[in-house]
């Protein structure tokens, strides 16, 4: 039986968060691999975006390098409306801890520069793969499949950065609580459009309906609704561009 593979450091998952710790751990001298079961990243809808709290945490760790090759950009601080009326914005220059701003960022764009970043400080990525078993006998492993093999590796310790569908809590008996459903976010990626307000989110209110829009990197401009489940499947606004622009009239 072959020996399994063995690193300090095996990390479930290389999105933004798996990746940009393997980088840092990889870049201090541990041996780190990164499993990844997406060949390409997808657009999905998920946070785009970064406080100022956690960009300065970002900077201290010097991601500076990271944050550009993200592509990420400014976002100075939050516009928010009511029935078209816009209040003053809150600026994050004037009220957060590090008078920092707010990135944006297209998520998937952030995925591919983090999972690169690791590897350029030294972290090994196996991708497509996906972790099919967790043991510890004595020392922890993981059971991978990719390229139609199954490999082992061993390592000191496994993190599990793969998202809320983790099979990494499952290994450890971990729950998922989840409140009942009340309201959705459907969304849209617009490119190409620049608009006269992309340096700050703004969030418009009509009742109980929301939209946001913000800046998701140079040249790309994320649109929300917010609306109650069942009004969201009622009007069709969250697979459809076409039916997201009649809504913001109603």
Known sequence: MATPKAFDVIVVGGGIAGSTLAGVLARSGLGVLVLEKEEQFRDRVRGESTWPYAVADALAMGLQPLLDDAGTVEISGVRRYANREAASPYRWAEDSIDQLPELGFYHPRFQEAAV?????????????????????????????????????????????????????????????????????????????????DRDTDNIGKVGIEAINWFAAGADHTRLYLQMTASRLREIGADRSFDAIVPSLHR
């Open 116 to 196: 690169m970043w690791a590897e350029s400080q030294g972290a090994t990525t196996v991708r497509p793969a996906k972790a099919i078993k967790f043991s510890c006998n004595g020392r922890p492993s993981v059971k991978v499949a990719a390229e139609g093999q199954e490999t082992s590796y061993e390592a000191r310790l496994v993190v599990g950065a793969d998202g809320k569908h983790s099979m990494a809590r499952q290994w450890t008996g971990g729950e998922s609580a989840r409140d009942a459903e009340h309201h959705r976010f459907g969304g849209v990626l617009i490119s190409g459009l620049r608009t006269d």
